[in-house]
T-cell receptor, first 111, second 112 residues
């Protein structure tokens, strides 16, 4: 059974600081997604990582995938209040294309 | 915005009644997924489809069934709704290469 673990589950940080959210998973996969969700809204796609070593950057967010370690990271650089949201990683199982989500990281950035 | 809609957007129903939620896409994507979202659990996969008439169970499929008779529609049925099925339900679509995956706006279902 695929397990997807995100940590931390809750993060409160000051504006201007850097931080990393971790997503590790328990089965073979070389495809992973990161999403953002604002309260009461649907999920917005942030990054699609489709191979080992993939790195994608958009603004203050950078995501990477290490399929050998079964680990993805979402790095936040110089956080701003607008990045406050819940962030999810989702892993595509190679075996059957199921997509399993982590529990999410609720990020609160203090002005 | 990706062409994916869900209906209804909100529904209140009574315990024991059947309920059908609809996901409709205009992207012609092969894969479609149904999730439920509950506080403390993130999103959990209910069922998914990898083609017309091809479906499989997810993590929390008990009490749910699905059908996909054409590419654009994926229906989720609660055979006999229970209060534990009160949740927000999201549909997602994904193309074959996996480079595009989008979520619908969600359906808030309350079972009283």
């Amino acid at each position: 059974e695929l397990k997807v673990e995100q940590n931390p589950l809750f993060l409160s940080m000051q504006e201007g600081k850097n931080y990393t959210i971790y997503c590790d998973y328990s089965t073979t996969s070389d495809r992973l997604y990161w999403y953002r969700q604002d309260p009461g809204k649907s999920l917005e796609s942030l990054f699609v990582l489709l191979s080992n070593g993939a790195v994608k950057q958009e603004g203050r967010l950078m995501a990477s995938l290490d399929t050998k370690a079964r680990l993805s990271t979402l790095h936040i650089t110089a956080a701003v209040h607008d990045l406050s949201a819940t962030y999810f990683c989702a892993v595509v199982m190679n075996r059957d294309d199921k997509i399993i989500f982590g529990k999410g990281t609720r990020l609160h950035i203090l002005p | 915005d990706a062409g994916i809609t869900q209906s209804p957007r909100h529904k209140v129903t009574e315990t024991g009644t059947p309920v059908t939620l609809r996901c409709h896409q205009t992207e012609n994507h092969r894969y479609m997924y149904w999730y439920r979202q509950d506080p403390g659990h993130g999103l959990r996969l209910i069922h998914y489809s990898y083609g017309v008439k091809d479906t499989d169970k997810g993590e929390v499929s008990d009490g749910y069934s699905v059908s996909r008779s054409k590419t654009e529609d994926f229906l989720l049925t609660l055979e006999s709704a229970t209060s534990s099925q009160t949740s927000v339900y999201f549909c997602a679509i994904r193309n074959l290469a996996g480079r595009e995956q989008y979520f619908g706006p969600g359906t808030r279902l309350t079972v009283t």
